[in-house]
C-alpha cells in the first residue's frame, strides 16, 4: 500500500514539474513578455525541472512495477491498451511518456538536428503535457480532491493562456527604433569581430540603417513605445 502512494505522489510530482517546465520555457521564449531572462538561466531552471520529473516519473513507473496492489508488468507500461488497469486513461499515461522522451531525447542532440527541426519537435512538449493532464484527471485516485481537481484546472488553464499567447505573438518581431538621421550607423557586434553571417569580411562603409526603404506603417504594427521595448530573439543573433 506504501508503494501505491508513493507512486500516486510521484506522478502528482511528475506531472507538476511538466507543468513548470512547459510554463517556464513558454515564458521564457514568448517575445511578448521581453525575453527578460537570461538565456542561461532560462536553460538552467528549464533542464533542472524537465529532470526532476523524469526522475519522479521513473519513480511512478518503477512503483507500479513493484506494487502488488495493482500488479503491471514492464509491458504494460509500455505498449498502451495493454494492461487491465483503467486501460485507456493509462494509454494517455504512456503516449505522454513516448512524447517525452522524444522532446529531451532530441535536446541531447539539437546540434546535429539543427535549430528549426529541434525547435519544431520540442513543442511537442505541449501536446506531451496535454496527454499527462488527461492521464492524471482520469487515472488519478485523487482527482475526486477538491485540491487536485483545482489544480489540474489551473495548470491546464495557465499552459492554455500561455500557449495562445505565443500564437497570436509568433512571428512578431518587434522593429528597432529608428536612428536619428545625422548619427553614423554603428557596427553589429559580427561586424566588430570581422566577420558577417556568411563569414565573409564585412564591406568597408556599410549602408546606414537610414538609407533601407523603410515600410510603411500597417495597422497592426505596435505603438513606438513597445517598439523601443523589444529585443531581438537571441537565436536570431
Ligand atoms: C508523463 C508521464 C506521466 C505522468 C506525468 C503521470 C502522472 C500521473 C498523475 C498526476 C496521476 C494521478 C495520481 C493521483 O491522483 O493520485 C497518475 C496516476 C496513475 N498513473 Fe501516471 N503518469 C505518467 C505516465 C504513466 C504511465 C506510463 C503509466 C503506466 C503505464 C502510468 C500509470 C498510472 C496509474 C496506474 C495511475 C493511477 C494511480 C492512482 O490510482 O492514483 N502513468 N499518473
Known sequence: MT???????????AYL????????????????????????????VHQFLS???LVLLGVHLGGLLLDTFMPFRPIDLLVPLH?????????????????MAVVVST??????????????????AVPAFILALVHGVFTGT?????????SYVATGAVVLFLVLVRGLTSGYRPPRAAPPPHARPRPT???????????????????????VPARAAAADDPPPAVAARGRARPEDN
Request: proline share 5%; hydrophobic share 50%.
Open 142 to 150: 485523487d482527482s475526486v480532491r477538491p485540491w487536485m481537481w483545482w
Open 107 to 124: 535536446s541531447w542532440i539539437r546540434k546535429r538536428l539543427g535549430t528549426t527541426w529541434w525547435r519544431r519537435i520540442h513543442l511537442l
Open 189 to 211: 557586434t559580427r561586424a566588430a569581430a570581422g566577420t558577417t553571417a556568411s563569414g565573409k569580411a564585412p564591406t568597408a562603409h556599410p549602408a546606414p540603417a537610414s538609407r
Open 17 to 44: 514539474m511538466l507543468w513548470a517546465s512547459v510554463t517556464w520555457g513558454l515564458i521564457a521564449t514568448t517575445s511578448l513578455f521581453g525575453k527578460r531572462i537570461a538565456k542561461q538561466t532560462a536553460t538552467t
Open 83 to 99: 494492461g487491465r488497469f483503467k486501460p485507456v486513461s493509462v494509454a494517455f499515461g504512456i503516449a505522454a511518456m513516448y512524447a
Open 51 to 53: 529532470t526532476v520529473g
Open 3 to 13: 508503494t501505491w502512494i508513493v507512486l500516486r505522489a510521484a506522478g502528482i510530482g
